[in-house]
């Protein structure tokens, strides 16, 4: 590896080192009287499947909402790709877009282009002088990378089944390779074969693309076969960080209930057997 | 923001050692999209293999850009060579790449002609769906009074409100408006010959017949044919109104009705509140500017206007009511799925509803007019 590899792609040629891709620190997120978040504190290695699990109603969304600055937290600190993602300054902002590709629970997929106009469009935003061609190109691979076959180009969403849909969303995340990509559920609503083809595509692209990976699910199955750590979110705060064979072992109630139910014995059961 | 030092664009030159061997080097990344396209146009001819391991970085754009340049020169992919990291992302690519032509949009003569042609069929098509929604409304209109326990009282009086009461304030400030320009115009002509007196026919004729029940319907066609067709609409997206099916409820009963039988109640009453207040609009002009008292006013009306203008207007405030209401939950009926087809159902509820609002308004002028009615 030369000495550039160590660095991460960044495509408007910031260097970060060897520095968390994101750190949240001190984070208090508060809708009304509702506490959600209390003092999360989180950091997202280069390179990694980062898991992030909790129960319903535990934050997970909103701290993904918080870190893309959809949403303004009520206090703390949270730097993205070497820079203050809360800043208001425009330009920062657009650094962070333009480096991070998000897939929303449904897909969030412009329902009146087609598939391949909705990979386009980020390429349209960021390029204007791209060639049509090329770009046409470029989504073409993105949708096939994704695992679509070339003919759902022209189709529109709401032609296109959940799974296809999903695949869909995770295309126009890439669009721009971006090195950091976030996603909501990526296996929520899929059949467990889908889900199960979902998480390989994920671990391929991310080996691949040298993605990093913030991931929020429910999926014990996606746990156990694609990420590297896991993020527990419970009482308010990350109450661990650690590859998902050590946290069987925490001692905490929802912990406990969460992965040595009957869920987590079957999905545990179901890694041993293909190791 | 660190900035890095080295925003070294893409580059090619030839081996020094080898004139067949082609070295990269640089970013060869979406960011430099231009500059990669360039750079390897501008390489000679006679390459016969590429040496990529000097390449910073490179994302899918510089790998497709590397496979067309292949499929350009005929060269075989294997003969590039890039560094060990890169070649998970090469691989990738590589295996999903294929050369499928872009395909052609046709822009001619056939496919305007082929336009054309889907657009007319899908006119008819619409038309025989309000026919036969009218029939379907109509038949279960009439089975209400067998199982009276269908009828949904509440949503009925909900719309009421929403569609009556809410215009009311709207409907008799626009029809006063109207009523005196239409007091102020009759008066222009009329003055020449000293009957400036008839105004008091004209808007008493203009607005029981005609301007009371028109003004209401085109308002209403604007404001509430396209209210209907984006809440009916919106729960077809959302799977609400197939919902509604699988509960064994009728999406009719429950949606449709409600809407015609609010439309049918109030738009006769809204039309009689604009029927007033263009009259009044009138005897305001009158009384302000014309010199004919409010009482004069009054008394040449009750002279001279007979009970049958009114009914004429009136009578034709059910077929409109129907008309609107029949449009707009249809075609929120007929939305699929996206936001685009929802827009357009509502544009087209609007225009579709105020059309036939006007349509049928002249042909019913026609037919009083020719039954001296």
Known sequence: MTANAGATRTLDGVVIGDAPLISVRGLVNRFGEQLVHDGVD????????LGVVGGSGTGKSVLMRSILGLRRPDAGRIRVLGVDAMAEDPVTRRHIDRNSGVLFQDGALFSSLTVGENVQVPLKEYYPDLPDSLR??????????????????????????????????????????????????????????????????????QQALGLTVFLITHDLDTLYAICDRVAVLADRKVIAVAPVAELETLDHPWVQDYFNGPRGRAARDAMQETD | MSVAPNHAPPAVAVDPQDPARLRLSGRWTLRYANEVGEALRAAPDGIACVDASAVERIDTLGVLQLLRYADRNKLDFDRF????????????????HDQRPKKQRDHGFHAALGRLGFAVVDNTREVVALVAFLGEVLAKLLRLFKEPRRFRLTATVHHMEQVGLDAAPLVALLSF????????????????????????????????????????????????????????????NREEVDAIRVLGLDPIDLLVIPRVLALLAMLPLLTFIAMMAGLLGGMAVGAFNLDIPAAAYLARMQEMMETRHFWVGMSKAPVFAMVIALIGCLEGLQTEGTAQSLGERTTSSVVQSISMVIVLDALAALWFMEMDF
């Open chain 1, 136 to 205: 046409y190109e470029l989504a073409l691979l993105k949708i096939k990378l994704a695992g679509l076959p070339a003919d759902a180009l022209d189709k529109l969403p709401s032609q296109l089944s959940g799974g296809m849909r999903k695949r869909a969303g995770l295309a126009r995340a890439l669009s721009l390779d971006p090195p950091l990509l976030f996603l909501d559920e990526p296996t929520a609503g899929l059949d467990p074969i889908g889900a199960a083809a979902f998480d390989s595509l994920i671990r391929t692209l």
């Open chain 1, 42 to 49: 989180l950091d997202v290695r280069r390179g990694e499947i």
């Open chain 2, 177 to 236: 408006m109207v009523g005196a320009v239409i007091a102020f115009l009759g008066a222009m002509v009329l003055q020449d010959f000293g009957a400036t007196i008839f105004v008091v026919e004209l808007v008493s004729a203009a607005f029981l017949r005609e301007f009371g029940v028109l003004l209401t319907a085109i308002l209403l066609a604007g404001r509430t044919a396209s209210a209907f067709t984006a809440q009916i609409g919106m729960m077809v």
């Open chain 2, 81 to 96: 060579a890039f560094r060990d990291d890169q070649k998970s992302l090469i691989a990738a690519i590589e295996d999903v």
